[in-house]
């Protein structure tokens, strides 16, 4: 059984009234790709959920209340560092319009998630605190937070704190920064503050002082109390996350015990998933290491992206390198589960992974799927109808779904030779007769003269061709791999290409005969 609808059998069983899944992120820059595995891990339980009965809702929190802590590497830093340690929200777009930094990077990677087909509720964190629904929170975390204290102490390990500590930051009424606030002295209406220089090492503090309201957005809980504060706050039932966040003394822990102890609820079920990977590395929103998700989400289609983050289970690791084969071999398993579910459904975890990638209903019907190599080959081949080929190779006229998604497989095919194919598939014909030539065998050479005699045997439809380059292979006692390999590397200087047929019957026929006469020689 998938993952997912295991869990959610599971989940099933303690019959609550709702199941609230939630999922968040700080948008601290571009966001990176490895976000959207939350995203999508998610979407894929409150699916699964739905598929089971279960009444169930899917938020997403916008944590752009959290302060800016660095200055992404790709923008400015004499437009930034004035606004180090305040919160996003608060911080001016990189775009002259009407967002701000927080709301600018959030909406790209809504965009990207929603075109994977993950909808979820989006709750902006400044909101939620601003519009008072977290008062009441607030204060049951300031009234108790010799005890939340106590739990930093001895989950985390945390040093004493000064007489009085909060868990909380306010806003600097001077000089709008919320990371160099400390906070103190909570009289159940204000707590005193101080603007510290020193609190942080990324951001200085101008110094102010006074007492100001915890409530209506003027600050927010440290984030390891913002978290489970949240939860309650929403109702969230369930909610996983990186495996980094469910370290021993790590921030699910310390939540869990601010749940139990603190805010006495039950804490969400979860649990932490392994990384997403570019080229084995973790990627960083604001160091600017991996890609972000609008950039990967342009080297595959929404439905392989998320394909990609469906078909691996949640305790191993996606490591993804555009490089090299990763984007063909990924085209070819997401065709196979789709033959797999036209078959039989989602009998098989195969049709069940095809069945939750899916970001629409195009593919639910059983459909003609061009391969992702063979696209790539024929975009390399000169005066080729590539539409023609693929509709020879279906035996009738493509759907106009089917035309859509060849031209979808074209677009990403050029961005794959463009950018990340490996040299051996990239290939144009040879202006003349290379060296390599020399060191065909007699038994290549002796194919040769069969393929000249072919080709001034008639005008030829492709198929045809190709069926008998086949059969004089046979005929010559000759590997179909050997003979094909001598009229690639005569033509394109290489070991391997497209179909044969294909490749001499895009030349001018006098330079195909011309070009095998030379060999012969």
């Not at 080229?279 to 342009?298: N, P, R």
């Not at 509709?391 to 031209?407: F, M, N, P, V, Y």
């Amino acid at each position: 059984m998938y993952w997912a609808d295991s869990f959610a059998k599971k989940i099933k069983e303690r019959k609550f009234p709702l199941e609230w899944v939630d999922d968040m992120k700080t948008p601290s820059g571009n966001v990176h790709v490895g976000a959207l595995r939350g995203v999508i891990i998610h979407d894929l339980i409150y699916l699964a959920l739905k598929s089971v009965g279960v009444k169930t809702t899917y938020s997403y929190v916008i944590n752009d209340f959290d302060p800016m802590n660095k200055v992404p590497v790709y923008l400015s830093e004499k437009k930034y560092l004035p606004h180090i340690g305040k919160p996003l929200f608060m911080i001016p777009s990189p775009v002259d319009d009407s967002s701000n930094f927080a709301s600018h990077f959030a909406q790209e990677f809504i965009d990207v998630f929603n075109s994977l087909g993950a909808k979820p509720m989006i709750i902006w964190s400044s909101e939620l605190y601003k519009s008072g629904k977290m008062d009441s929170i607030i204060k049951e975390g300031l009234d108790q937070s010799a005890r939340v204290l106590k739990i930093y102490q001895e989950i985390a390990g945390y040093p004493k704190k000064r007489k009085g500590w909060l868990p909380f930051q306010v806003i600097c009424p001077k000089c709008g920064k919320l990371g160099t606030t400390e906070t103190f002295d909570w009289d159940g209406e204000t707590v005193a503050f101080e603007c510290l220089p020193n609190l942080v090492s990324w951001a200085k503090g101008c110094e102010h002082k006074g007492r100001i309201s915890p409530f209506k957005g003027n600050g927010k809980f440290l984030w390891k109390v913002d978290w489970p504060a949240h939860w309650k706050a929403i109702g969230v039932t369930i909610e996983a996350a990186g495996k980094d966040h469910f370290s021993s003394g790590g921030s699910k822990d310390m939540a869990v015990h601010l749940c139990q102890d603190v805010f006495k609820i039950k804490p969400p079920v979860g649990f932490g998933y392994e990384f997403f990977l570019i080229g084995g590395k973790k990627m960083s929103s604001s160091k600017g290491l991996g890609s972000s998700a609008i950039e990967v989400s342009k080297v595959v289609p929404p439905e392989i992206l998320r394909f990609l983050m469906t078909r691996t289970h949640y305790k191993k690791a996606i490591n993804f390198d555009p490089n090299g084969y990763t984007i063909p071999d990924l085209f070819d398993e997401y065709d196979r589960c789709a033959k797999e579910f036209w078959e039989n459904g989602h009998k098989t975890d195969l049709g069940r992974i095809f069945e939750l990638s899916q970001v629409n209903d195009s593919y639910k019907k059983k459909i003609f799927l061009p391969r992702f190599r063979s696209v790539a080959n024929f975009l390399q081949i000169p005066n080729i109808d590539i539409k023609d080929q693929f509709e020879q190779e279906k035996g009738k006229k493509l759907t106009a779904k089917e035309k859509e998604i060849l031209k979808e497989r074209s677009i990403y095919a050029k961005a794959w030779l463009k950018d990340y194919a490996p040299k051996e598939v990239i290939y144009q014909v040879v202006k003349k007769l290379p060296k390599s030539a020399r060191n065909l065998s007699l038994n290549q050479k002796g194919y040769l003269q069969k393929v000249l005699k072919l080709v001034q045997l008639k005008d030829w439809q492709p198929e045809d061709l190709q069926f008998e380059l086949y059969e004089e292979a046979k005929k010559q006692a000759i590997s179909p791999l050997e003979a094909f390999k001598a009229i690639y590397i005569i033509f394109i200087n290489k070991t391997s290409g497209p179909k044969a047929a294909w490749l001499l019957l895009s030349q001018d026929k006098d330079f195909v005969i011309k070009r095998l006469k030379e060999v012969l020689k």
